[in-house]
């Protein structure tokens, strides 16, 4: 795969055997999420996709935030465990996933030690590049993220966000895109209001609320992620969407992509050449 666009996939506890680097292959993406990831699976995607950009994910049954400062360090260790026998085989490590609740002021500035710490851990002593964010969709008003989040948001090399749509909906693009699928405008125009720029963006998952399998066709979906795809185009400090996702069976069917004729669709996609 040598196609460079700002489509990707999430890939949530699979290995080799699954043949999940086959439906890769047919979606040809730039950006690839795994979660826990098996270290054959790392070096065929590798392999297979030796230009994507690959984001490490390791679940976390359980993520205080009490005590951050330490919480921060002993995060980073742990990734730190899975994140340096794969170096070059996965680019950056996420900290948590969707940990705090919107309006949760108090959670907002432990989060942000939280994650300033993991920062500091994982990439000045371990070496390895942190995505810090990841936050659940629409939780955190974009000023939000400059009063509580600015200090994680410089230490990180990578701001992760997502991006799905409006409850309920079947579009990405209707229904108030520019405050669901298109918040990471609203989130960086705001940093960057504040002095905080060249911030490195990148979408850790994306898709429709409530999924697309059973509400939507195969063609249907995929031009809503073109369109979300066409839309990042014009953003230089986004990376990419890893749409969520190819999952373990009986995961998340909802979402599932496995096997389906919408990884071919998306892998036909061509980014706009006049961008």
């Known amino acids: 795969v040598t196609k460079s666009s700002k489509i990707g996939i999430g890939i949530y506890g699979l290995h080799p055997g699954d043949d999940v680097v086959e439906n890769v292959r047919r979606i040809q993406p730039s950006i690839i999420l795994v979660q826990n990831p098996d270290i054959g699976l790392n070096r065929k995607l590798r392999e297979v996709v030796p230009k994507a950009f690959i984001v490490g994910r390791v679940f976390f049954p359980q993520q205080p935030l009490d005590k951050p400062d330490e919480r921060g360090v002993e995060l980073a260790d742990i990734v730190a ?129 409530e999924g697309w399998q059973g509400r939507i066709s195969e063609e249907e979906m995929a031009e809503e992620f073109k369109w979300l795809a066409d839309e990042m185009e014009k953003d230089p400090y986004m990376k990419g969407m890893a749409v969520f996702g190819i999952f373990e069976p009986g995961h998340w069917p909802e979402f599932e992509m496995k096997d389906s004729r919408l990884l071919d669709l998306l892998g036909a996609y061509q980014p706009p050449r006049d961008r």
Do not use: C
Request: hydrophobic fraction near 45%; charge should be neutral; glycine fraction near 8%.
């Open 81 to 209: 465990g899975w994140a340096v026998p794969r170096e070059g085989l996965v680019d950056a490590w996420m900290s948590y996933n969707e940990p705090v609740a919107s309006g949760d002021y108090e959670a907002y500035k432990a989060y942000n030690k939280l994650q300033v710490a993991f920062a500091r851990r994982l990439q000045g002593f371990h070496g390895v590049s942190a995505i810090v964010g990841n936050d659940f969709p629409g939780a955190i008003e974009p000023a939000d993220y400059v009063t509580y989040f600015t200090q994680a948001i410089r230490e990180s090399r990578y701001f992760g966000v997502h991006a799905y749509s409006a409850p309920k909906a079947l579009s990405l693009r209707a229904h108030d895109a520019g405050f669901y699928a298109l918040r990471y405008r609203l989130i960086h125009d705001a940093l960057e209001r504040a002095g905080v720029r060249d911030v490195q963006m990148v979408v850790t998952e994306a898709g429709l609320a």
